[in-house]
């Protein structure tokens, strides 16, 4: 069907010419190929579509009428092809996005309202939520993630990396013991994250581990900055949470002698997916969009 349709352009293209040899020159192939590919298609048809004579092509009648369809088959296609640039110059339909709370109530959340202000034909459908969902099996369209993913079937667009800070508020540090080590954590009340059990603090090439110890887990991370505003405690957050807390003195660095590793920030898709005009426009608009790149440089940590 496909080879029809090919010739079916191709003997349009001859009565348009008048002639295989200017056909052959327009769609850049030899004339005996397409005066052996017309003859074919008449086989095929089992009628005769053109009269030759040494001098001149003329169409049959059956010609004639062969031609009003075949026109009508190329109209269809530049019709499709216009509609295909159509939706690539203005996406539309429905994206499933899904991200980390902490993430999706912020960064997310700026990023979504810039690029519906820019592409409004494009649904957005946002689940925010801490849990990983399964793009494929959940149906979603794209994520955004901390971390590389690690299944194969799913690509990876890595926007940045994002450091992270050991933070408490100044009442609780003025009516708690000294930190001067990570050592002395053992010694505090830790606001920890679910996925994020372990402290990993470093200076000066030199590592401690710090358990954190399950007496005040969350698995929202803006739970965990209010907690700690309200003297719950010390707690780790990424710098995209700390817009002005620090600078209102709501919040306090702690251990600034040691630096804690900060995680990496993907945009992850299915490999299929990828065709999608409104999912490749949300894609380049990510990569690009300054309220992403502000917090998250375009450098990976060591070993992120």
Not at 123 to 151: E, H, W, Y
């Amino acid at each position: 069907m496909f080879r029809q349709l090919q010739d079916m352009a191709l003997f349009a293209l001859v009565a348009e010419c008048g002639s295989f040899t200017a056909a052959a020159r327009k769609a850049g192939l030899p004339k005996s190929s397409v005066s052996q590919r017309i003859s074919q298609l008449e086989q095929q048809l089992g009628i005769r579509l053109l009269n030759r004579t040494t001098r001149q092509l003329n169409l049959t009648f059956a010609g004639e009428h062969y031609l009003v369809h075949c026109r009508e088959m190329m109209a269809a296609s530049e019709r499709a092809d216009y509609a295909i640039q159509r939706l690539r110059d203005n996406p539309s339909g429905r994206l499933r996005i899904t991200c980390p709370a902490g993430i999706g109530a912020t960064l997310l959340a700026r990023l979504n309202t810039a690029f519906h202000q820019q592409y409004p034909d494009v649904t957005l459908d946002v689940s925010v939520s801490d849990n990983i969902r399964d793009l494929i099996q959940d149906g979603f369209d794209i994520a955004l993630r901390t971390g590389k993913p690690q299944d194969s079937s799913l690509i990876g667009r890595f926007i940045g990396h994002c450091p992270r800070f050991l933070l408490a508020s100044p009442d609780y540090l003025a009516r708690s013991p000294a930190l001067v080590h990570p050592r002395d954590l053992a010694n505090h009340q830790c606001i920890g994250h679910q996925a994020w059990r372990e402290w990993v603090l470093e200076r000066d090439q030199q590592f401690y581990r710090y358990d954190i110890p399950g007496t005040h887990l969350t698995d929202n991370l803006l739970y965990a900055r209010e907690a700690a505003i309200a003297r719950g405690g010390i707690t780790l957050l990424p710098a995209f949470l700390l817009s002005n807390e620090v600078e209102r003195g709501l919040l306090t660095p702690v251990l600034e002698g040691w630096s804690v590793q900060g995680n990496d920030l993907y945009l992850v898709y299915p490999g299929r997916k990828l065709n999608a005009p409104a999912l490749a426009s949300y894609v380049e608009f990510a990569l690009q969009f300054d309220g992403l790149t502000h917090f998250y440089g375009n450098t990976s940590a060591a070993g992120g």
